[in-house]
């Protein structure tokens, strides 16, 4: 396996698409029934699994997603931050920019 930080946008696409493959195939679909299902062309589907097509939209990848059940994990890629940035700049107010000593 590849480190993270090494990883091409292009490695990280082929993954997906390999991943989606393999989601595809254990909900029983045919690349024709994920695309009636999905609303997504049948050949952008088998363009994507195959590495054709890496250049495939967020939407009709979230489309993807959903009809083999793993919508829900797009939330893992980018979390709720713990601090939200507003609350984090006025915390950042408070603490002084320089010690002055004397």
């Given at each position: 396996?590849?480190?993270?930080?090494?990883?091409?946008?292009?490695?990280?696409?082929?993954?997906?698409?390999?991943?989606?493959?393999?989601?595809?195939?254990?909900?029983?679909?045919?690349?024709?029934?994920?695309a009636?299902?999905?609303?997504?062309g049948y050949?952008?589907i088998?363009?994507?699994?195959?590495?054709?097509?890496?250049?495939?939209?967020?939407?009709n990848?979230?489309?993807?997603?959903?009809?083999?059940?793993?919508?829900?994990?797009?939330?893992?890629?980018?979390?709720e931050?713990?601090?939200?940035?507003?609350?984090?700049?006025?915390?950042n107010?408070?603490?002084?920019?320089?010690v002055?000593?004397?």
């Amino acid at each position: 396996m590849i480190e993270p930080e090494y990883l091409t946008n292009r490695d990280i696409l082929e993954m997906l698409a390999k991943r989606v493959k393999e989601y595809r195939l254990a909900a029983r679909l045919s690349q024709k029934e994920l695309a009636e299902k999905s609303g997504v062309g049948y050949t952008t589907i088998s363009h994507f699994e195959q590495g054709k097509h890496v250049n495939i939209s967020l939407s009709n990848f979230i489309s993807l997603l959903r009809c083999v059940g793993m919508e829900s994990r797009m939330l893992e890629l980018l979390p709720e931050l713990p601090v939200p940035p507003m609350a984090l700049r006025e915390i950042n107010k408070l603490i002084p920019k320089r010690v002055r000593r004397k």
